[in-house]
Nanobody
Framework: QVKLVESGGGLVQAGDSLRLSCAAS????????MGWFRQVPGKERELVGN????????EVADSVKGRFTISRDNIKNMVYLQINNLKPEDTAVYYC???????????WGQGTQVTVSS
């Protein structure tokens, strides 16, 4: 059974940087596309970006392009979300998720809260 555990969230100030981590266990990590999502109360979960099986291709949402970077380490079974120049509107719970082909997301972590103060 796949387990995803996010970490690295916290309370930061606008302009700071954070690196979120997601540790995967219980499956063959390199066989999955990995995604990062975020959600604020009352809104739908938003895909902020994803990375292919070997880390050669990443996609990020236009709304965060230039500030968010996704990477992965298939030896450590980790995926990362680097967030630079944080803004108050980045405040959300951030989730990592796993997908065979990047279309439907099969497994989810419990999320990590990021709060950005102005």
């Amino acid at each position: 059974q796949v387990k995803l555990v996010e970490s690295g969230g916290g309370l930061v100030q606008a302009g700071d940087s954070l690196r979120l981590s997601c540790a995967a266990s219980g499956g063959t990590f390199s066989r999955y596309v990995m995604g990062w999502f975020r959600q604020v109360p009352g809104k739908e979960r938003e895909l902020v970006g994803n990375i292919d099986w070997v880390g050669s291709r990443t996609e990020v949402a236009d709304s965060v392009k230039g500030r968010f970077t996704i990477s992965r380490d298939n030896i450590k079974n980790m995926v990362y979300l680097q967030i630079n120049n944080l803004k108050p509107e980045d405040t959300a719970v951030y989730y990592c998720a796993q997908s065979k082909y990047g279309k439907t997301w099969d497994s989810w972590g419990q999320g990590t809260q990021v709060t950005v103060s102005s």
